[in-house]
Structures are given as structure tokens and as C-alpha cells.
């Protein structure tokens, strides 16, 4: 039942991420292709990017193509029914699957890595580009600045912090599905807070 | 004789999508290094992602490493001999060489996946990488939104359901060699038609 | 000795492109975030793309984790003492070890393609991306259209010619050592003097 929960999760915020791409390719007035594109850029770029890096075949979405087709029924039924008016909507109602998949795909980067027994600082930089690099490419693949990088909003912050604490935890013996449980969680919840309440990070003050 | 046909054809189409990077780095006022750069990526990017995705090596132009030569010579003649009111010309040339790239490629990819025993949707996937993503990657290295993406001309689209029919064919046990020559030739031919009528993509109508 | 020297030269050489990443992030307003993220992909980025491309792996920053962690304190220091009044001397003073960079950059990626029997464009072509690539990779993610592709001046070029030196050199018997420390000294030697007397390549003359 557990493990029927985390699909449930790791499919809303897959969701999530490939609505982040059809928004931005809508700003950009991409056609239907782009749109797909970058849908799929955005859902799984992150995690291709780590298996690439620590080479690991087969790709997630090889292995289970079925979520390649879900993305794409998806980008299709939100091209049919998405207006205008429900952009602002959109983005709202993502932002909480979008902080769940923060923090599950954060804990799924950082444990690949540390059963391939990497450093710890690449294990959290692996689950950084896990959860974070779909949307950088996303952004560069749209023409922009991304937003992880340029936007002040302690994102990729949270990621890093959470994965140090798996880490952590995992060290001190905690039992591996509590750590992921409790990491995931903090790292959700501290992406939430910094919405609701407008955190900013300290902007660096390049003064004179 | 079918062999060097083929070869043939797609020395033109790699010479076609190289000048395709030519054109995109003299537009952005690039120097000679640009130039050659950019023109590579567009020649060999989308194969080369391809079979890094795949995890397959060597790449075709390490294996074939005298196309890289050929590509280098090329340009250079190119920057030498092209002035500004080529351009038009250029660009109106490249655009049947390019349709046949279309067509080849994309059999190539989706073949490469279908040897190595990809879900039939990731060999969709890969030859709409090999025959696209060299544009797409010569477009972010540009700085501009992929005209794959946003030009709302049926293109990748082609690809893409050419990709569905060459694997059709090959189940339903048509000979490989025909089943390739066959949707090379229907992706090339809807790519040359779409040009010649206008056809146009039904763009994503964000209405209120 | 001659290690230790080339590693402190080597790590000066990650220090230029790490600050080259910082100034371009800073440039773009980033936050810290993203200026941490710049400067890791401008240090290290060349590399590892090369890396990917031959498949190598552990990537050199796996293998010495203890590089990530002194590129990372070196951004956080940069970003407290940094001020707008520094920004044109900083640029200056990288000028010399980005230059160093370049010329040993490129051997290692020129020897490293070699030792794993590449055809001779391949390695020199792997030169350039190890030396050039993680700027190049710099500006894309930073929006910009790459400056190695497009500010006319010779820097890839010399990239380029150092590494068909040092084939020669290796194939005509020279002692590796030699041939290395030669190329890289004059690699490194023809960049600072395009900038000393500002060197420009010869522009595309797109005239009518």
C-alpha cells in the first residue's frame, strides 16, 4: 500500500513538472509540438539527466513507457480544455505537486546515487539535478533564465538542505524508508512554506 | 548500388542540415569558430543524443570520422563563397535535402531503438530525436526558441507518424528494406508537401 | 614536483572558469543559487561532457569530490567579498589562468580521447570541447549566445591548432611530457597575446 501511495505521488508530481512545460511553451506560443516537448523535457529531463551522468540504463521512462504515454495523453487533454482564464489557476494548483515532487524526487536522486556508492556531495547534487533540472532545461529550451537559478525563491535550496538530512539520517542507521518518508516530507513542506509566506533568498548585494 | 544510393542521400541530407547551421550562426553574426560549431550540432546532434541516450558507441562520426572532415571542408567553402544575396537561395535549396533528412533519419533512429528492443513509443522517440533534436540543439545553442517548436509547420509531426508506420510495417513482417524506403519516402514527401501547400499546424487557441 | 605543479595550475585554471561563471551569473542578476550552479557547469562542465561523450566514467569530479567542495567555498567567498568596483578587475586578473586553462584543458582532453584510440580529428576535436565547452555551456544557460561562437576572438582556434600540435608531436615520438608542456605553454601563449594585442578572426564578410 505504501508503495501504491509513492506511484500515486511520483505520478502527480510528474503531472505537475509536465504542466510547468505546457505553461511555459503556452507563454512562449509554441504549436502542439513544442508543447509536448517541452512537457516531456520538464517531466523527465531531470532524472535522464542523472542517469546519463551516473550512467545508468535502462531510463526510467524506458522502463516504464506507460508514463511516456500518460504524459502525453495528459499534454493532449490540457491542449483541449486549458483556456486562457485558467493559466493563473494552473499555476496555483500546481505549486503543491510540484513541492511534493521537490522533495520525493530529490530523496530518489540522493539514494540512486549512494547505492552506486558515490561522494556525499555527489549524492546531493544528484538528487539537486533529480528534482531541479527538468525545469532548468525547461527554461533553456525556452529561450530563458532559469527560473531555479534566477528567481530568488529558495527551491533548489530546499533540495540541497533535504538531501544533506537523507544523507544524514541514513547514516545514523535510520531505517531507509523512514529517512526518504521524513526527508521528502521536510523538504515538501519547507518548499510550501517559502511560497505561502514569501521567502526570498538574501539576494547577493552587489554593491559598490 | 541500394547501398551507395543511400549513402548518397544521406551525405546530402547531414551537408543540408549542416548549412541549415551555417545560415542559423551567420543570422546571430557569429565568427568562423561559431560557424563550424554550430553547423556541427546541427549535422550531428540528434544522432549523437540519440545513441547517448542508447548508451551506444562509437558514435557514426567517430566510427566515420572522414563526415566530420567532409562537414569541416564544406563550411569552409560555405563561409568562403556565400555572400548575402545567397542567403534566399540557400535557404530554398536546403529545404528538399533537409525533407530527405526528415525522412532518412528518422527511419535510422527509430530502427536503431527497435534493434536494441525499445517500447515502441521510445523508437518514435528516438527518431524524432535523430532527425529533430540536431535543429532543436542548433537553435538553443543560437539562443533562440527551437523552430521545431514553435514554427507551427508540420515537421517533427511527420516524423513522428512515419516513426508509427515503419514499425507497422516492420510487424506486420514487411521486408526491413522496404518498409524503410517506404516511410522515408512518405515522411519526405508530407515534409515537401506541407512546404508547397503552407500547411500549417492547428495552433493551440488559447482563448479566453 | 612536476604533478604537484600541474595540479596547483590545474586547479587555478577550475578557479577562472568557476569565477567566469560567477561574473556571467551576476551579470544576469542570479541568485546564489544560480550563481553556485553557473560556476560548477563553467568549471566543470567541458569535462564532462567530454566524458560522456567517450563514456568515461568516474567523471574527474566523482573521482575527486574534494574539487566540488573547494569550487563551492570558493563562489560562497567570492559572493561575500565581490562588489560592483571589482567586477572589471576580476575579469582581468581570470584572463591570465582561464588562458592557462585553455592550453591544459586542451592536452588533457586531446591525450585523454587519444589514450582511448580515437581517430586524430576526434581528439583534437575533444581538446576544444574540454577546454571551450564548459563556457560554452556557461552561456547557454546564462541566455546568451556562447562568446566562444561569436566575439571574434581567436580562442577555440588556438584550442584547435595547440591540439593538432601535440598530435604531431606525440606521433613523431616526442616524450609525452615534452609534447604536453610544450603545446599547453604555446596554447596558452597564443590566447594571451590575441588579447594583449587584441587579435581578431578574420569576420564572415557576408557582403552583397
Redesign the interface.
Known amino acids: 500500500m505504501l508503495e501504491t501511495f509513492t506511484t500515486l505521488l511520483e505520478w502527480l508530481a510528474t503531472m505537475a513538472f509536465a504542466l510547468s512545460g505546457v505553461l511555459a511553451?503556452?507563454r512562449?506560443?509554441?504549436?502542439?509540438?513544442?508543447?509536448c516537448?517541452?512537457a516531456g523535457i520538464a517531466a523527465f529531463g531531470g532524472g535522464?539527466l542523472r542517469d546519463?551522468?551516473l550512467?545508468l540504463?535502462p531510463?526510467f521512462?524506458?522502463k516504464h513507457?506507460s508514463w511516456?504515454?500518460g504524459v502525453?495523453v495528459c499534454v493532449l487533454v490540457a491542449?483541449a480544455f486549458?483556456?486562457?482564464?485558467h493559466?493563473p489557476l494552473t499555476e496555483r494548483s500546481i505549486l503543491i505537486p510540484d513541492a511534493v515532487g521537490l522533495g520525493l524526487f530529490t530523496t530518489v536522486g540522493v539514494l540512486t546515487a549512494y547505492q552506486h556508492g558515490?561522494?556525499?556531495?555527489?549524492c546531493v547534487?544528484m538528487g539537486v539535478l533529480t528534482s531541479a533540472f527538468g525545469g532548468?532545461l525547461r527554461d533553456?529550451?525556452?529561450?530563458?533564465?532559469?527560473a531555479?537559478?534566477?528567481?530568488?525563491q529558495p527551491?533548489?535550496?530546499w533540495s540541497f538542505v533535504g538531501g544533506w538530512l537523507l544523507l544524514g539520517l541514513l547514516l545514523l542507521g535510520t531505517e531507509p524508508w523512514v529517512a526518504i518518508l521524513l526527508s521528502a516530507t521536510i523538504i515538501t513542506g519547507l518548499r510550501l512554506m517559502s511560497v505561502k509566506f514569501g521567502w526570498t533568498?538574501?539576494?547577493?548585494n552587489?554593491?559598490?
Open positions: 511553451a503556452a512562449k506560443r509554441m504549436d502542439a509540438v513544442g508543447v516537448m517541452v535522464t546519463v551522468l550512467d540504463r531510463f521512462w524506458v513507457s511516456l504515454w502525453f491542449m486549458l483556456r486562457k482564464r493559466l558515490m561522494p556525499f556531495i555527489v547534487l532548468v533553456v529550451v525556452c529561450n530563458d533564465v532559469p531555479a537559478f534566477a528567481d530568488h527551491y533548489v535550496v533568498l538574501p539576494s547577493w552587489l554593491r559598490e
